[in-house]
């Protein structure tokens, strides 16, 4: 799935469930901090979305698309703990955009891959919308945080740590 088609069929899943968000342009830029800045929130209402590899023995893997507030990093520990794993570390950037049909820096906060779970830490959700690039480096969305909740169904899980 290529980038294009992964941002039409979000905009098709939030449209069929009748989800607030408004598209903001800007100039292209993948970093959050900085994409945060273009788009003038706080840094903790961004989502930073990070594939990770996760072995559960040696043959065994799976992959979690943990999304975490901008202002914080992904505690690895944490979620290999959830997944019982022996091992948890960020998936090559070939693998990240193959399972979330996003170029790397556009990853959005939602899994249209059965092998790519997502879970979200609960700091991200404490405001009442949150900001991400729209697999598009020139485009985000600020969508509402029930919303989210509601079409996404993530696992909640504390998997964030300080900056």
């Known amino acids: 799935m290529k980038s294009d088609e992964t941002y039409e069929k979000l905009i098709a899943l939030l449209d069929e469930h009748g989800a607030a968000y408004r598209t903001i342009d800007h100039p292209a830029e993948g970093g959050t901090e900085a994409v945060s800045r273009l788009r003038g929130h706080e840094l903790a209402q961004a989502a930073k979305c990070i594939v990770i590899m996760v072995k559960l023995g040696k043959k065994t893997k799976r992959f979690v698309l943990a999304v975490v507030s901008g202002e914080q990093r992904v505690d690895l520990a ?16 070939d693998v990240a955009e193959q399972l979330s049909g996003c170029a790397s820096g556009t990853i959005l906060p939602f899994s249209f891959d059965p092998e790519l779970e997502l879970i979200v830490d609960p700091a991200l959700l404490e405001h009442p919308e949150f900001f991400f690039n729209a697999a598009r480096l020139d485009r985000s969305l600020a969508l509402s945080t029930g919303d989210y909740l509601k079409v996404a169904e993530p696992r909640v899980e504390a998997i964030a740590a300080n900056g």
């Open 78 to 93: 944490a979620v290999k703990g959830l997944l019982g794993g022996t091992y948890a570390g960020f998936a090559s950037q």
